[in-house]
Structure formats: C-alpha cells, structure tokens
T-cell receptor, first 115, second 113 residues
Framework: AQSVTQLGSHVSVSEGALVLLRCNYS??????LFWYVQYPNQGLQLLLK??????LVKGINGFEAEFKKSETSFHLTKPSAHMSDAAEYFC?????????????FGKGITLSVRP | DTEVTQTPKHLVMGMTNKKSLKCEQHMGHRAMYWYKQKAKKPPELMFVYSYEKLSINESVPSRFSPECPNSSLLNLHLHALQPEDSALYLC????????????FGPGTRLTVT
C-alpha cells in the first residue's frame, strides 16, 4: 500500500533561511505525490504535485520539490522563509488507479518562522 | 475558479440533533470527498463519491450519512452524534483519476455538546 512518512513534527527556521520539509514515500507503483499547506482554521491548499512529467516541481509561494526515485523522497524546499509561511504542511500520495484510489496523508509538519 | 465552498463555517449541536453540512463546487469535478480532521492530525477520509455514486465508505458510523444530489453538491447528514465526533469536516473535489489533485473547502468546525 502507498504511504508517506514525514519525519519530525515541528521545524523552526529564521525568516530568510532555507526551508526544508522532508517526505519519503512507499509505493509499489509510480506514485502521484502532493504537498498541501494548511493555515490555522482553514482548509488545505495545494502547493504542488508530482505526476511524473518532471522530477523538479515548482509550486506556489516560491516552494518547490524534487522527486528522487532512488531515495524514495519528495522533499519540499523554499530558499527564503517568510513569516507568512508559518503553517502545517502535509505530504500526500495517491495511487494512479481511478476514482477509488485514496489520497494518503503524512502526519504533517508544523513550520514556525522566527523573526 | 478553483473554489470549494462549505456551509456552515461553524456548527454546535447536541447529541440528539439532526443537522447537515453542505459542500459545493463549480469546477466540473466528478469526484467529491468528505474528510474528518482532528486537531494536529492529518485529514481522515470518510466518503468518496464518483459520478454521483458512493464509491468509498471508510467504515464510517451510520450516524454520518452522505448524499450527492448532483455533480456539484455534496451533503453530510448528521444524527445522534457523540462528543468525540467534534472535529473539522473538510470537503474536497477532483477529477476522478489519481493523477488529479484534490481541491479542499475551508471546512466546517463541528462541536457536539
């Protein structure tokens, strides 16, 4: 079964510093991978998605992620953190088969940004 | 327009009440989803509708009853809930294929007293 692992529960960076949020996947078939962000008291917003077209995926708000099959990873990065990036971040994986495929989320990482 | 709307934003109900949550999308998506999210946890899938038919029920208690009246609307009927059902209920929609992303609504914050 497909799954994702997000190590750690909390990452704290200084404003302007590099953001690196880790996600490793487990999948027996080529996965579709997603990063979502959730701000307090809001729904989930899609940051970016990997669907095998390109290994380096650019998303919204300056985020990007690189799909590395050899490492089974899909880490999220942003060169320079902004205070507004403070939120909960979820990595998710979905099988490629039809409507009955499920989106499986990692446990999430809380990103804090220090002034 | 990539918006999914949900009403109400907040709902407080007693254990004997009957209430409904509503979700609407106008993106032409043919798959719609209900998720339950507890604080500091990822969303948990409850139901999936594909082409207006229920395709996945994640063994959800019968006090939750989903309904998909048409391709744009999704309801979740609530009856005889328990305090542990208090959570954020999220609706999402997508095209019915795994490669397509899901778009989420803002959620309904439900409190059961």
């Amino acid at each position: 079964a497909q799954s994702v692992t997000q190590l750690g529960s909390h990452v704290s960076v200084s404003e302007g510093a590099l953001v690196l949020l880790r996600c490793n996947y487990s999948s027996s078939v080529p996965p579709y991978l997603f990063w979502y962000v959730q701000y307090p008291n809001q729904g989930l917003q899609l940051l970016l998605k990997y669907t095998s077209a390109a290994t380096l995926v650019k998303g919204i708000n300056g985020f990007e992620a690189e799909f590395k099959k050899s490492e089974t990873s899909f880490h999220l990065t942003k060169p320079s953190a902004h205070m507004s990036d403070a939120a909960e971040y979820f990595c998710a994986v979905r099988r490629s088969t039809g409507a009955n495929s499920k989106l499986t989320f990692g446990k999430g990482i809380t990103l804090s940004v220090r002034p | 327009d990539t918006e999914v709307t949900q009403t109400p934003k907040h709902l407080v109900m007693g254990m004997t009440n009957k209430k409904s949550l509503k979700c609407e999308q106008h993106m032409g998506h043919r798959a719609m989803y209900w998720y339950k999210q507890k604080a500091k946890k990822p969303p948990e899938l409850m139901f999936v509708y594909s082409y207006e038919k229920l395709s996945i029920n994640e063994s959800v208690p019968s006090r939750f009853s989903p309904e998909c009246p048409n391709s744009s609307l999704l309801n979740l009927h609530l009856h005889a809930l328990q305090p542990e059902d208090s959570a954020l209920y999220l609706c999402a929609s997508s095209q019915p294929s795994g490669r397509f992303e899901q778009y989420f609504g803002p959620g309904t914050r439900l409190t059961v007293t």
